[in-house]
C-alpha cells in the first residue's frame, strides 16, 4: 500500500461547527504532516508529528487543533474556523533517511474545505 | 534562510515540444536535498524525484530528465516531447538536513496543448 487517503474529500462548514480531518498511511512512515494550500500557492506547513509526537506547528492559529491516534493516523480538528480558512487541507508523509532528516513526502489528494 | 525561487509562473507548450522548468536554490546547509512534485488538476502532489546535494549526476527518467547543478544552485527539469497528460503545477522544492521543514518554491503552472 503506497498512497495515503483524506476523507472527506470536500466540507462546508459553518463558522460555528466543529468538524475533523482524517488522514491515513499505512507505508510504516514515521512523519505526517498538515500543509494548507490556497488556489495558486505553494503548500504552507502547518503542523508536523515524527513518532506520534507533534514536532512542528508553524504558528497556526488554535482554531486548528491536530491529533495522532497513531502512527497510520493523523486528525486536524477545526472549530470556529473563518472564511479566509477556506483552502484545500492535505496530508503528507514520509520516512526517515537517517536520524534527523527525512525522504520525499508522499502526499493524500487532499480535503478542499470551504468556510461559510 | 534557505529559499526556492521558480521564475517561470506560467508556460504554454504545443504537444511534443521540449520544456526546461527552472528552479534556482538557497541555503546555507551544505547537506540538503531537493525535489520536484506535480500537482495534476485533481490536487494531489506527486513526488518526482529526490536529489542530495552529494550527488550532482543528472538523471533520466523517461520523458522527463533533471540538471543539478551546484555552482549555479540550480536544479532544472526537462520534459522531453511534452503530451497533454503534462499539463499540472510542478513545484522545486528543498530541506536542510536535520529538519522536517520543506520549502516549496511558487510553482510553475505548465500547460501543454495538443
Known amino acids: 500500500d503506497t498512497e495515503v487517503t483524506q476523507t472527506p474529500k470536500h466540507l462546508v462548514m459553518g463558522m460555528t461547527n466543529k468538524k475533523s480531518l482524517k488522514c491515513e498511511q499505512h507505508m510504516g512512515h514515521r512523519a505526517m504532516y498538515w500543509y494548507k494550500q490556497k488556489a495558486k500557492k505553494p503548500p504552507e506547513l502547518m503542523f508536523v508529528y515524527s513518532y506520534e509526537k507533534l514536532s512542528i506547528n508553524e504558528s497556526v492559529p488554535s482554531r486548528f487543533s491536530p491529533e495522532c491516534p497513531n502512527s497510520s493516523l493523523l486528525n486536524l480538528h477545526l472549530h470556529a474556523l473563518q472564511p479566509e480558512d477556506s483552502a484545500l487541507y492535505l496530508c503528507?508523509?514520509?520516512?526517515?533517511?537517517?536520524?534527523?532528516?527525512?525522504?520525499?513526502?508522499?502526499f493524500g489528494p487532499g480535503t478542499r474545505l470551504t468556510v461559510l | 534562510a534557505q529559499k526556492v525561487t521558480q521564475a517561470q509562473t506560467e508556460i504554454s507548450v504545443v504537444e511534443k515540444e521540449d520544456v526546461t522548468l527552472d528552479c534556482v536554490y538557497e541555503?546555507?546547509?551544505?547537506?540538503?536535498?531537493l525535489f520536484w512534485y506535480k500537482q495534476p488538476p485533481s490536487g494531489e502532489l506527486v513526488f518526482l524525484i529526490r536529489r542530495n546535494s552529494f550527488d550532482e549526476q543528472n538523471e533520466i527518467s523517461g520523458r522527463y530528465s533533471w540538471n543539478f547543478q551546484k555552482s549555479t544552485s540550480s536544479f532544472n527539469f526537462t520534459i522531453t516531447a511534452s503530451q497533454v497528460v503534462d499539463s499540472a503545477v510542478y513545484f522545486c522544492a528543498l530541506s536542510g538536513d536535520g529538519g522536517f521543514k520543506t520549502i516549496f518554491g511558487a510553482g510553475t503552472r505548465l500547460f501543454v496543448k495538443a
Open positions: 541555503t546555507r546547509d551544505t547537506t540538503y536535498y
Open positions: 503528507a508523509s514520509s520516512h526517515p533517511i537517517s536520524g534527523s532528516t527525512y525522504n520525499e513526502q508522499f
